[in-house]
């Protein structure tokens, strides 16, 4: 397993401010047992378009990885975006995040578009600020009108 930085960690801890666990528990899930949160998954339906959900961060304490912890999170985030009326779920990564690019791929998410690409990752610069670039994943999870 590749370890992370100090500064990688650092930059994943920043993503969950309290206000996530303030203002979008409704729309978000979390896994545990007595001794604690094993994995959560932090989203949200968009206030200001009616057809996007959104997954902020997902995480899975590493000694349950791979058993398909984060699939069946994000599989009860989309069904239940899908049964809100919510047509496209939404979500980032950094380009650096391999396995986060994986999980989502494997998942079904496309890849959106950048401005240039990195190892044949579309890439988009500077997407959260100087030097902080994203790659962006959608999956439509409602038949297009007419298909
Ligand atoms: C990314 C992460 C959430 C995946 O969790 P997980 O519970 O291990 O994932 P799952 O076991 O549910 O995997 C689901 C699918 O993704 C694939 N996948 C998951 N992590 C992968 C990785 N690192 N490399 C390649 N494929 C991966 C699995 O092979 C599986 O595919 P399959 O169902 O077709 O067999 C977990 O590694 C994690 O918490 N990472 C740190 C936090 C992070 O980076 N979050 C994402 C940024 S928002």
Request: aromatic residues 12%.
């Given at each position: 397993m590749t370890r992370r930085t100090p500064d990688q960690a650092r930059e994943l801890s920043l993503l969950l401010p309290k206000l996530f666990l303030q203002f979008f528990?409704?729309?978000?899930?979390?896994?545990e047992d007595d001794t604690g949160v094993?994995?959560?998954?932090?989203?949200?339906?968009?206030?200001?378009?009616?057809?996007?959900?959104?997954?902020?961060?997902?995480?899975?304490?590493?000694?349950?990885?791979?058993q398909g912890v984060a699939r069946r999170l994000y599989t009860a985030f989309l069904q239940r975006a899908a049964e809100a009326g919510r047509e496209e779920v939404r979500a980032i990564t950094s380009p650096a995040n391999t396995g986060s690019i994986?999980?989502?791929?494997?998942?079904?998410?496309?890849?959106?578009?950048?401005?240039?690409e990195i190892d044949g990752l579309p890439v988009h610069s500077d997407y959260d600020g100087p030097g902080q670039d994203r790659v962006c994943f959608y999956k439509r999870i409602a038949p297009r009108a007419g298909s």
């Open positions: 528990s409704s729309t978000s899930l979390v896994l094993k994995a959560f998954l932090v989203g949200f339906h968009s206030a200001d378009n009616d057809d996007v959900a959104y997954i902020h961060f997902v995480g899975v304490d590493p000694k349950l990885r791979g994986a999980f989502h791929r494997a998942m079904g998410f496309d890849l959106e578009e950048g401005d240039r």
